[in-house]
């Protein structure tokens, strides 16, 4: 068998090596590193593939995120709010602008943004509310707009796990997430369902003159050249990680159905295991995978993970800490049992090893040494 990873991108480059290697060649033939063509056509695919007006490239997700705050004006003091339950880029930028994170508690089904949590947690300061389409799959978009609308909030999406994913809205309609709030901010980061070979990210957009502002701010605040009418960022997205993308694009609905195969094989493998809960899957939203992530139930999380990684099968525990304990987001606002859902959650969850390249005989053996721990 082959030796099992969190994530193999070795194995899905080898694939489509040939491809790669010629993209990434032409570049450096061509010396055009920096906002080459690689970088506008890679811009061009991706607004087809999502079905969006303005993909601006950037150089990483966390960039992306905050740009998406400067450019929508966001000031000192605005209250923002998001999830608990995330990576900590999404509050990370909040409080690096000055701005103020409100932090809520998500659905133990979905482990997504609660929208009953957002609407308590509004006051006349809250400017945006930042849901994150966690592990793969979209946050309640149609609550969150309406209350949005409601009280005229801006609504970033956090798309970096979940580029792909088909959110249905009760009229029948569907979209891609990332193309549902305001603006929205994607990661590339190779481990990504859409990852270079390094940092990368963009941000997406169907405001015409949001789309303008926010190519301002990443370019140094540059209207003209060399007249600063804004403070900006330098963050661009490299002409060799778009010329990698570009073809990689190309296989990400392949991609996707590998991560789905591979998850509902898991799904049948724990099904109705009363220690073992699998993902919920959200009638309005596709889900696309970025993680597979079971909620166990009376078993010990950690022995479990011990017991697995001396098994040579790696899991990994996405998150551990809620955003509200950790050290350096300490809010008088917030104590430990303010997020009882989350809370449970950083205690007893646990991710198996989740991406494009994983054949029969790893899940197989995935899925009974997980059964063995949580049977014995
Ligand atoms: C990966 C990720 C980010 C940050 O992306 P980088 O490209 O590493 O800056 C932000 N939010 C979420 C939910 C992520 O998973």
Redesign the pocket.
Known sequence: MKEIRMVDLSGQYQKIKTEVDNAIQDVINSTAFINGPAVKEFQADLEKYLGVKHVIPCA????A?QVSMMALGLKPGDEVITTSF??I??AEVVALLGLVPIVVDVDPGTLNIDPEAIRRAITPKTKAIVP?H?FGQSADMEEILDIAREHNLFVIE?V??AIGADYTFKDGSRKKVGTIGDVA?M???PS?NLGCFG???AIFTNDDKLAEQLRVVVNHGMTVRYYHDYVGVNSRLDSIQAAILKVKLKYLDDYISARQAAADYYDKAFKDHPKLKTPVRAANSTHVFHQYTLVTNDLDRDEMQKFLMAKKVPAMIYYPVAMHMQKAYQDPRYKEGDFPVTEHLTKHVISLPMHTELDEEQLEYITSSVLEFANR
Request: hydrophobic share 30%; net charge negative.
């Open positions: 990483n997700g966390t960039d995120l995330t990576f880029a999404t994150v966690l956090d970096c796990q901010g990661s590339f980061f990504k940092d990368g990210g």
